[in-house]
């Protein structure tokens, strides 16, 4: 079993900045590729970054390139998300996930979920 416990949402302002982090127990966590996905209200789960388990591979969905970037520190079980130049578009509850699977974008091939934290962009 892997429990996971995300931190770091709040309130910014549209053009800030803000770094997540999911902090992992339980099972190996250097066996497995994490991701966070983010849902907003009324809305389906979003995809948003994954890495590998080593951290070299990592892969994001179009809207977040060149803004996000997400990083693990295997030492320390935890996974990060560097958001920056936020907009309004991206409040949601940001999730952590953990996955046996290897890189993938699809929830359902997450094992394990994370609370959420939230992340609201005021314009």
């Known amino acids: 079993q892997v429990r996971l416990v995300e931190s770091g949402g709040g309130l910014v302002q549209a053009g800030g900045s803000l770094r997540l982090s999911c902090a992992a127990s339980?099972?190996?966590?250097?066996?497995?590729?994490m991701a966070w996905f983010r849902q907003a209200p009324h809305k389906e789960r979003e995809f948003i970054a994954a890495?590998?388990?080593?951290?070299?591979?990592?892969s994001y969905t179009d809207s977040v390139k060149g803004r996000f970037s997400i990083s693990r520190d295997i030492a320390k079980n935890t996974v990060y998300l560097q958001m920056n130049s936020l907009e309004p578009e991206d409040t949601a509850v940001y999730i952590c996930?953990?996955?046996?699977?290897?890189?993938?974008?699809?929830?359902?091939?997450?094992?394990?979920w994370g609370q959420g934290t939230q992340v609201t962009v005021s314009s």
């Open positions: 339980g099972r190996t966590f250097s066996s497995y590729a």
């Open positions: 890495t590998t388990w080593s951290g070299r591979t990592t």
């Open positions: 996930a953990a996955t046996f699977r290897g890189l993938t974008a699809l929830s359902a091939d997450y094992d394990f």
